[in-house]
């Protein structure tokens, strides 16, 4: 119990307060709440570490794919570089395709994804976009209503306005405001694919470290290839009419 409630965890989710702590395995650590919310470990209790405690060991190869883990200079997280082919990575970049904020489609939750890329029907968030109603038909958890519903929901998102699309690409550092500002900026994917890293960084509250993200992610082949199916799909990768950002209030 402390300061009214129970504490039943306390994340240690880096590996540099791991050893600034210099973290046993079996040790006793002191927990303070920072803000009276948050527990956080603060120290270790040196006097009741047991004589053969071992040294925790951080992890240095993803527990799924196995692939060296990438640990980027000024950050404190670890990640796994193999996007492509970890599962989790593949699973998690088609949630956020498809989740609320991005092109909300409905009934495409954590258990469907999982499901469709276990069973090799997508491997991306393009391949949504060419599956039919014998490929949905066949899998557990649907029935003739479910799968039409998907079907539709999928559909629904091609009206989806180019901002809301780019947010679903999943660019690192690229959230739901700076999609806003990159394609009220560039009004269309060509001009955002074709922007150096001098002209992102133009662009107002967009940093190096966004743009450099940016034109990594326009750099890989299958990301071009994802978006060229995307756009095939009728996705929209520009700004109808007039651009958000014509100028007419200037002054």
Do not use: W
């Amino acid at each position: 119990l402390l300061a009214g409630t129970t504490v039943k965890s306390a994340s240690i989710h880096n590996s540099e307060e791991m050893e600034r702590l210099n973290l046993h395995e079996g040790d006793y650590v002191r927990i303070e709440k920072g803000g009276d919310i948050i527990p956080k470990i603060t120290s270790v209790v040196l006097e009741k570490r047991a004589a053969d405690a071992q040294p925790i060991q951080f992890i240095t190869h993803c527990p799924f794919c196995g692939t060296e883990l990438v640990k980027e200079e000024g950050e404190a997280n670890h990640f796994c570089p193999n996007a492509e082919g970890c599962p989790p990575q593949i699973k998690g970049r088609i949630q956020h395709f498809a989740s609320r904020k991005a092109m909300d489609i409905d009934g495409l939750g954590a258990e469907i994804v999982n499901q469709l890329v276990d069973e090799k029907l997508i491997q991306n968030y393009a391949d949504l976009y060419v599956l039919t109603y014998e490929d949905l038909i066949q899998l557990e958890r649907f029935a003739d209503l479910s799968a039409r519903n998907l079907l539709t929901g999928i559909k629904e998102s091609k009206k989806k306005p180019f901002n809301k699309v780019l947010y679903s690409l999943g660019i690192r550092y690229v959230g739901e405001t700076v999609a806003k500002k990159l394609a009220r900026h560039f009004c269309s994917i060509d001009s955002l694919n074709q922007a150096d890293a001098e002209t992102l960084s133009g662009v107002p509250d967009i940093g190096l470290r966004i743009a450099e993200s940016v034109i990594h992610f326009f750099e890989q082949p299958e990301n071009q290839q994802i978006i060229q199916s995307l756009q095939q799909a009728g996705l929209r990768f520009s700004f109808t009419g007039k651009s958000p950002s014509s100028g007419q209030l200037n002054g």
